[in-house]
């Protein structure tokens, strides 16, 4: 059994120039140690029980230091990454995904995702069952979304219908209600960070310090001398991008997120 703990962000385009939907996958052992490994990390840092412990340093408690906050957010990826857990992100241009705004942008962020989890990453690990658990969206759009994935076939853009029978459970959660979700939140907002700075809005020497432990945790097969993530753990969107402009980004992306991640550029494609 695994679980798929989702989270979106740069959710608009003033945020950053690509939509990213991701998430972590985990098996219950490996939450457990995900768990007792945060517990750890909060207690040895002064974190006291209502501190969020969350990528952006504005959530930063007041009582640590900055350098201790960035060292017990390394630890803490770190960690997750040494209980073997493994990490999918979506991401797709902005100035390609403006036609589908709100809910609907977040819908096929969604539908992408977890299709993505059903029948590849479920499919390639022995046809295992899965659940998904996603941060909290708007209420009524997100049961509404979460209840036509488990009742009903998904509709691909071709109209064809696709069934997605290994997931057996969907939910929503909040912050703070788990320590997977503050892991998730690390993972994510790091490789926001990362994506954003690719884009021109960061700190190279930043990404570079994040990205390794990110890229570790990033679902992938070995193919020969290379370790491809690209339509493993990166799901880029769309496969076929038909704008000069826009092409630019995605190499641009793909090119830096290699260097971030201080793996050879064709390691990430």
Known sequence: MYWL?????????DQGKFFIYGGLIATPDQIVDCHNAMNEIRARFGFVDTDPFKFHTRS???QISLQDWNQA????LKAGHAAGVQMLAYVVHHGIAK???GSAKVEFAL???ISHFDLRYLGQHGNAYGAVCIDRIDEDFGYRHLR??????LSLPDGRKVSLERVVHYSMTCDGASHMSSLVDLAVGGFRYCVNTAMGAGKDEVAEQIMPSIADMMWGVQRGDKFQIGDYGLVKRPVIV???AFKADYDELTRLLGVYSNKPTASVI
């Open 242 to 244: 038909r704008s000069e």
């Open 60 to 62: 930063r408690p007041k």
């Open 5 to 13: 703990f989702a989270d979106e962000t740069n959710v608009t385009p």
């Open 148 to 153: 036509d994935r488990f009742q009903q076939p």
């Open 99 to 101: 036609g589908a705004e």
């Open 73 to 76: 957010k390394s630890e803490a």
């Open 111 to 113: 539908n992408t995702l």
